[in-house]
């Protein structure tokens, strides 16, 4: 059951999605109602992913007649797309050495002949070349999958998909944009209300239209590296946004779209990750889960992770996948063992009519960051030139 109250009289409503064994955070749930008592908020609802972030929590969707930036964060267009792959075979060791490096960015003059830059249609959002066709770190990651169960063919067919195929799986953000936005506003009005909601509003849209553009050239550039043909998204829904809906403002962190979209909810790394077909109301403030969600802190997960795994453990998965990341304390962090359950998450969405699963996808080689003493990236070139966008 939701768990919903009303703290003061003045303070906006909370609902937790979760069910009574869920892992919901004392301190996650303490920000949901700090959330509830700022001027205009009308509802605050939290995901079964729901954890504790820096001054908002994650895995949140908040409505208000008021506008905060610092409740959609830094990281502005964050998101995940899903985009189907074409590959003769999958062997996770081959396909894992053949990543491009990710970390290292497209150059619109030195790259110019990139055949990742096809997928550009027009100017880059905000002019903001920094960055491009790069994952970040943190959570973010570009992963090759495999479709595994599919409970809705139907469904799963609009999309393209069926049991076996490969898709690519890209979770990114806006990179510096989105940090460089949320600065501007912080440096003059803290965790204030932004006093233009029209010009935040511009240069917000702006970094959601580069975190989708970033999602694209990165699975063009795995794609190019392994020999496929990229391909459009099937699905790609930003988590860290606001909109204006019903005369207020939504805003979600670490809350995906729900409003009768397709999203795909990521497990871990160890994990199936699930599509699900979203059907949240106004009591979830149209809203469902992201992921998995952290059950620990990073520095709790390097900790305990370092005492009980090794290092080679976490680069070979319990599916079978590969994990590329040659950062080891990042590796660490990022344990499955540091995130929840994603089957409690998901049955939290379908217990609570939010969700319908779809399929899962099943993790072959997830690409976090480079491995040390990578060769240098140099992808499959042909005859267009001058792709890139100055």
Same mark, same amino acid.
């Given at each position: 059951m939701s768990q919903e109250s009303r703290p003061? %009289? +003045?303070?906006?409503?909370?609902?937790? *999605?979760?069910?009574?064994?869920?892992?919901? /955070? %004392?301190?996650?749930? !303490?920000q949901c109602h700090q959330v509830a008592a700022l001027d205009g908020m009308?509802?605050?609802?939290?995901?079964?992913?729901?954890?504790?972030?820096?001054?908002? @929590?994650?895995? !949140?969707?908040?409505? %208000?007649?008021?506008?905060? @930036? *610092?409740?959609?964060?830094?990281?502005?267009?964050?998101?995940?797309?899903? *985009? @189907? &792959?074409?590959?003769?075979?999958?062997?996770? /060791?081959?396909?894992?050495?053949?990543?491009?490096?990710? +970390?290292?960015?497209?150059?619109?003059?030195?790259?110019?002949? =990139? @055949?990742?830059?096809?997928?550009?249609?027009? =100017?880059?959002?905000?002019?903001?070349?920094?960055? &491009?066709?790069?994952?970040?770190?943190?959570?973010? *990651?570009?992963?090759?999958a495999r479709i595994g169960t599919v409970f809705v063919p139907d469904h799963a067919g609009r999309l393209g998909l069926a049991a076996g195929d490969l898709v690519l799986v890209v979770h990114s953000g806006s990179r510096g944009l989105g940090e460089r936005i949320l600065r501007a506003h912080? /440096?003059?009005?803290?965790?204030?209300?932004?006093?233009?909601?029209?010009?935040?509003?511009?240069?917000?849209?702006?970094?959601?239209?580069?975190?989708?553009?970033?999602?694209? &050239?990165?699975?063009?550039?795995?794609?190019?590296?392994?020999?496929?043909?990229?391909?459009?998204?099937?699905?790609?829904?930003?988590?860290? &946004?606001?909109e204006v809906r019903d005369g207020g403002y939504l805003h979600r962190k670490g809350a995906a779209p729900g409003d009768g979209r397709d999203v795909l909810i990521a497990g871990t790394r160890g994990t199936p990750s699930y599509l699900v077909a979203a059907h949240a109301g106004p009591d979830a403030n149209h809203s469902v889960a992201h992921g998995a969600g952290r059950k620990m802190s990073r520095a709790d997960a390097l900790r305990r992770g370092r005492a009980k795994h090794t290092v080679e453990e976490l680069r070979r998965t319990p599916v079978g996948s590969l994990v590329v990341c040659g950062d080891r304390q990042l590796l660490f962090e990022e344990a499955p063992?540091?995130?929840?359950?994603? /089957?409690?998450?998901?049955?939290?969405?379908?217990?609570?009519?939010?969700?319908?699963?779809?399929?899962?996808?099943?993790?072959?080689?997830?690409?976090?960051?480079?491995?040390?003493?990578? !060769?240098?990236?140099?992808?499959r070139r042909d005859h267009r030139r001058g792709r890139g966008r100055r």
């Open positions: 003061r %009289s +003045d303070a906006a409503t909370v609902t937790v *999605f979760a069910s009574p064994t869920s892992w919901i /955070e %004392s301190d996650a749930v !303490a009308i509802h605050v609802a939290g995901m079964p992913d729901l954890h504790p972030g820096k001054g908002a @929590p994650i895995g !949140a969707a908040m409505t %208000s007649t008021v506008l905060y @930036p *610092f409740l959609v964060g830094s990281d502005i267009g964050c998101g995940i797309a899903v *985009f @189907p &792959l074409r590959l003769k075979r999958a062997v996770p /060791e081959k396909l894992a050495a053949r990543f491009p490096d990710l +970390d290292r960015a497209l150059d619109p003059e030195r790259d110019a002949d =990139d @055949p990742a830059w096809a997928v550009v249609e027009g =100017d880059i959002p905000a002019g903001h070349v920094e960055g &491009l066709g790069t994952v970040g770190r943190g959570n973010h *990651f570009v992963e090759l912080t /440096e003059v009005h803290g965790a204030g209300p932004a006093p233009d909601p029209a010009t935040y509003l511009a240069m917000h849209d702006a970094a959601v239209r580069w975190g989708s553009l970033n999602r694209r &050239l990165m699975a063009a550039r795995v794609a190019h590296a392994l020999g496929a043909e990229p391909t459009a998204p099937v699905v790609d829904q930003c988590h860290n &946004l606001v063992t540091a995130y929840k359950r994603i /089957e409690q998450v998901i049955g939290d969405l379908v217990d609570h009519g939010l969700a319908t699963p779809v399929a899962t996808t099943v993790p072959l080689v997830t690409y976090k960051t480079a491995e040390p003493g990578a !060769a240098p990236y140099r992808d």
